[in-house]
């Protein structure tokens, strides 16, 4: 069973940028779509972004398209999510996952897409 560890959240002011990494402690997601979420206190977890399995597309929710951008290693197994132009409202415990289905397309953005997830890191964005 895969492990996903994230990491690189923090506290940074508006305007700032972050990177956050996701590895896998046990297993791989080398043939695996993986996707970062995000969730604020009191709102659901949302979809922020996806990267397919071949590393060569990427999708992006509207709110953060232009801003953030995904990539991986699957040599390392990791994946990264780097975060430029932070706003107070990208505030949220952010989340690593694995899809369910291995060789998919790269349009996942539903949590029933996904079965495996990190624990979760924070990032707050001061104004």
């Known amino acids: 069973q895969v492990q996903l560890v994230e990491s690189g959240g923090g506290l940074v002011q508006a305007g700032g940028s972050l990177r956050l990494s996701c590895a896998a402690s046990?297993?791989?997601?080398?043939?695996?779509?993986m996707g970062w979420f995000r969730q604020a206190p009191g709102k659901e977890r949302e979809f922020v972004a996806a990267?397919?399995?071949?590393?060569?597309?990427?999708y992006y929710a509207d709110s953060v398209k232009g801003r953030f951008t995904i990539s991986r290693d699957n040599g390392k197994n990791t994946v990264n999510l780097q975060m430029n132009s932070l706003k107070p409202e990208d505030t949220a415990v952010y989340y690593c996952?694995?899809?369910?289905?291995?060789?998919?397309?790269?349009?996942?953005?539903?949590?029933?897409?996904?079965?495996?997830w990190g624990q979760g890191t924070q990032v707050t964005v001061s104004s």
């Open positions: 996952a694995r899809t369910k289905e291995r060789l998919t397309d790269v349009y996942r953005s539903r949590i029933t897409d996904y079965d495996t």
């Open positions: 046990v297993g791989s997601f080398s043939i695996n779509t």
């Open positions: 990267i397919h399995w071949s590393g060569r597309r990427d």
